[in-house]
C-alpha cells in the first residue's frame, strides 16, 4: 500500500459539499454500541476551535481562475466542496484511459492552500500533523499525513509541503476543497494556544494548481520548463518557471500513475495551463483513478458529521500516524492503536453484476448487516464494480465472500487488497 501511497498521494477532493450549517460544537455520532469504542464527544476546550464549517447555500459557488477557459472547451461542471468545478470534458472513460495509457491534465485549483511562516512554523506544522514533518528534513520535500481531533476523529487528510527557499514562507499544507476557512481558524486557535511565533496564512484564492498524470507525465512537464522533472522522486519538488511562470513542482498526484502536481499565481494560471497540452480531464476520471488505487477521499471515507472516522479505521494509521511525535488527538490514537478497531476500511469486487454505490449494505451470506459502502463505480479499467467499504473487523479479511444490497437485490462481492489494479 505504501508503495501505492508513493506513486499518487492519496487526498484531495470532496465528492459532495461539505459545508455544514453554522453552529459552536459538531456533535460526535455514537457509531457503535459495543466493543472499544466510546460515545465520543466535543472536549470543552474544542469549543472554539471544531467549528461547522458553514454552508454555502444561497451564495454563489467559487470558480477556479480558468472556469471560462474549460466552458470554452466544452467541460461539464458540477458542484464539488462549494466550487464549480469541470466534471468531464470528452467523456469519464475516455479521460481515464487519457492518463492510464498516456497523460492527461487537471484542474485541481479547488483544493486549499494554507501557509505558515515564521520561526515557530515546524513547530505548529507538526502539532498539527499526525505524521512527522522531520520526514521532510534536509530538502523541499512533500508528506501525506492528517489533521485530527482531540479524540483521533479526521478533520481531513492534507498534503505537508517543506517549502524551497525561493517560495515565499516556510510550509504549506493542502486541505480539500472547501475546508480552507474551517482549517485555517482551527490552526489559528492552536498557534495561540502554543503561543507560537508563527504567521498562518490562507491563500486558496491566490493560487491555481494543475495536476498532470500519467506514464508520459513527465514528457508534457519536462518540455515546459528547464528543471529535469525526471530527476524528481516521488514527493520531491523544486521552483522553476513554465511559460515565464514561477512555478512550483512536485512529483506526486492522486491516480497511482507517475506525475506532477503544479502550483502557480492564479493570475498566470492560463498561461501554464497553456504550456501543458494534453488530454483535458475532469473530475470524474480523478474519481475512478483514485478508486482503482483504493485512495481515499474526503467526504466519503471519512467525513467530520457523517463518517466520523480515525486513521486506523481507514487502513491508513499505520502509514500517517506518528505516535513518538506531539500532535492533537495524539492520546486518543494510541489508544486506538494499542486497543484495535471495531471496523475496517476494505476493498470490495463485485462477482454477480452490479455498481455498488456510497451507502449500500454489505451482509453476509445470511443477510447480517456487516457494513456500509463509501465509494464505489464501474471501474473503467477492470469492466467490473468496485468498491471500497467499512465492514466489521471479524469479516475484513481478503477473500470473504460477501454480499452487497444493490436496489433492494444482494448481489455476491468479495473482500479484496487494495489497489484493484497492479501499477
Same mark, same amino acid.
Given at each position: 500500500?505504501?508503495?501505492? &501511497?508513493?506513486?499518487?498521494?492519496?487526498?484531495?477532493?470532496?465528492?459532495?459539499?461539505?459545508? &455544514?450549517?453554522?453552529?459552536?460544537?459538531?456533535?460526535?455520532?455514537?457509531?457503535?454500541?459495543?466493543?472499544?469504542?466510546?460515545?465520543?464527544?466535543?472536549?470543552?476546550? /474544542?469549543?472554539?476551535?471544531?467549528?461547522?464549517?458553514?454552508?454555502?447555500?444561497?451564495?454563489?459557488?467559487?470558480?477556479?481562475?480558468?472556469?471560462?477557459?474549460?466552458?470554452?472547451?466544452?467541460?461539464?461542471?458540477?458542484?464539488?466542496?462549494?466550487?464549480?468545478?469541470?466534471?468531464?470534458?470528452?467523456?469519464?472513460?475516455?479521460?481515464?484511459?487519457?492518463?492510464?495509457?498516456?497523460?492527461?491534465?487537471?484542474?485541481?485549483?479547488?483544493?486549499?492552500?494554507?501557509?505558515?511562516?515564521?520561526?515557530?512554523?515546524?513547530?505548529?506544522?507538526?502539532?498539527?500533523?499526525?505524521?512527522?514533518?522531520?520526514?521532510?528534513?534536509?530538502?523541499?520535500?512533500?508528506?501525506?499525513?492528517?489533521?485530527?481531533?482531540?479524540?483521533?476523529?479526521?478533520?481531513?487528510?492534507?498534503?505537508?509541503?517543506?517549502?524551497?527557499?525561493?517560495?515565499?514562507?516556510?510550509?504549506?499544507?493542502?486541505?480539500?476543497?472547501?475546508?480552507?476557512?474551517?482549517?485555517?481558524?482551527?490552526?489559528?486557535?492552536?498557534?495561540?494556544?502554543?503561543?507560537?511565533?508563527?504567521?498562518?496564512?490562507?491563500?486558496?484564492?491566490?493560487?491555481?494548481?494543475?495536476?498532470?498524470?500519467?506514464?508520459?507525465?513527465?514528457?508534457?512537464?519536462?518540455?515546459?520548463?528547464?528543471?529535469?522533472?525526471?530527476?524528481?522522486?516521488?514527493?520531491?519538488?523544486?521552483?522553476?518557471?513554465?511559460?515565464?511562470?514561477?512555478?512550483?513542482?512536485?512529483?506526486?498526484?492522486?491516480?497511482?500513475?507517475?506525475?506532477?502536481?503544479?502550483?502557480?499565481?492564479?493570475?498566470?494560471?492560463?498561461?501554464? /495551463?497553456?504550456? &501543458?497540452?494534453?488530454?483535458?480531464?475532469?473530475?470524474?476520471?480523478?474519481?475512478?483513478?483514485?478508486?482503482?488505487?483504493?485512495?481515499?477521499?474526503?467526504?466519503?471515507?471519512?467525513?467530520?458529521?457523517?463518517?466520523?472516522?480515525?486513521?486506523?479505521?481507514?487502513? /491508513?494509521?499505520?502509514?500517517?500516524?506518528?505516535?513518538?511525535?506531539?500532535?492533537?488527538?495524539?492520546?486518543?490514537?494510541?489508544?486506538?492503536?494499542?486497543?484495535?478497531?471495531?471496523?475496517? &476500511?476494505?476493498?470490495?469486487?463485485?462477482?454477480?453484476?452490479?455498481?455498488?454505490?456510497?451507502?449500500?449494505?454489505?451482509?453476509?451470506?445470511?443477510?447480517?448487516?456487516?457494513?456500509?459502502?463509501?465509494?464505489?463505480?464501474?471501474?473503467?479499467?477492470?469492466?467490473?464494480?468496485?468498491a471500497l467499504a467499512y465492514v466489521d473487523e471479524s469479516y475484513a479479511d481478503p477473500d470473504t465472500t460477501v454480499r452487497v444490497e444493490i436496489r433492494g437485490e444482494p448481489k455476491k462481492a468479495t473482500i479484496t487488497t487494495t489497489p484493484f489494479i497492479e501499477q
Amino acid at each position: 500500500m505504501w508503495e501505492m &501511497l508513493i506513486a499518487g498521494d492519496i487526498r484531495h477532493q470532496s465528492s459532495r459539499q461539505v459545508m &455544514l450549517v453554522g453552529r459552536d460544537v459538531i456533535p460526535y455520532k455514537l457509531r457503535r454500541e459495543s466493543g472499544n469504542n466510546r460515545f465520543l464527544k466535543a472536549m470543552p476546550g /474544542w469549543q472554539s476551535v471544531i467549528r461547522s464549517r458553514p454552508k454555502r447555500n444561497g451564495m454563489s459557488l467559487r470558480t477556479p481562475p480558468l472556469r471560462d477557459v474549460h466552458e470554452a472547451n466544452d467541460a461539464s461542471f458540477t458542484d464539488f466542496g462549494g466550487w464549480e468545478m469541470p466534471v468531464e470534458f470528452e467523456g469519464i472513460q475516455s479521460e481515464h484511459a487519457a492518463v492510464r495509457e498516456s497523460v492527461g491534465r487537471f484542474d485541481v485549483s479547488h483544493m486549499s492552500e494554507i501557509v505558515l511562516t515564521g520561526p515557530d512554523a515546524r513547530e505548529l506544522m507538526q502539532r498539527l500533523s499526525t505524521n512527522d514533518v522531520r520526514i521532510v528534513d534536509g530538502g523541499p520535500n512533500l508528506v501525506y499525513s492528517m489533521c485530527t481531533d482531540e479524540e483521533g476523529i479526521i478533520l481531513d487528510d492534507v498534503m505537508l509541503y517543506h517549502l524551497p527557499e525561493e517560495f515565499d514562507g516556510d510550509w504549506l499544507f493542502v486541505p480539500n476543497a472547501g475546508h480552507d476557512e474551517w482549517l485555517y481558524e482551527w490552526a489559528i486557535e492552536y498557534r495561540d494556544e502554543y503561543d507560537l511565533d508563527v504567521t498562518v496564512e490562507n491563500r486558496t484564492d491566490e493560487y491555481a494548481m494543475f495536476a498532470i498524470q500519467g506514464p508520459d507525465a513527465s514528457d508534457v512537464v519536462g518540455g515546459a520548463t528547464e528543471a529535469d522533472v525526471d530527476d524528481l522522486d516521488m514527493l520531491e519538488m523544486l521552483v522553476d518557471e513554465i511559460a515565464g511562470v514561477e512555478c512550483l513542482v512536485s512529483a506526486s498526484g492522486y491516480t497511482g500513475e507517475s506525475g506532477y502536481e503544479i502550483l502557480c499565481d492564479a493570475t498566470e494560471a492560463e498561461a501554464v /495551463w497553456s504550456a &501543458l497540452e494534453c488530454t483535458d480531464c475532469g473530475l470524474g476520471a480523478r474519481d475512478t483513478l483514485r478508486l482503482e488505487m483504493g485512495f481515499l477521499l474526503s467526504g466519503n471515507e471519512f467525513d467530520y458529521e457523517d463518517e466520523p472516522r480515525n486513521p486506523y479505521e481507514t487502513g /491508513w494509521g499505520r502509514y500517517v500516524v506518528k505516535l513518538d511525535t506531539p500532535f492533537v488527538g495524539h492520546d486518543a490514537l494510541e489508544r486506538v492503536f494499542e486497543e484495535g478497531v471495531d471496523e475496517r &476500511l476494505v476493498g470490495i469486487r463485485m462477482i454477480d453484476r452490479g455498481i455498488p454505490r456510497n451507502g449500500y449494505s454489505v451482509q453476509t451470506r445470511a443477510g447480517k448487516d456487516i457494513g456500509h459502502v463509501t465509494s464505489g463505480t464501474m471501474s473503467p479499467t477492470l469492466n467490473e464494480g468496485i468498491a471500497l467499504a467499512y465492514v466489521d473487523e471479524s469479516y475484513a479479511d481478503p477473500d470473504t465472500t460477501v454480499r452487497v444490497e444493490i436496489r433492494g437485490e444482494p448481489k455476491k462481492a468479495t473482500i479484496t487488497t487494495t489497489p484493484f489494479i497492479e501499477q
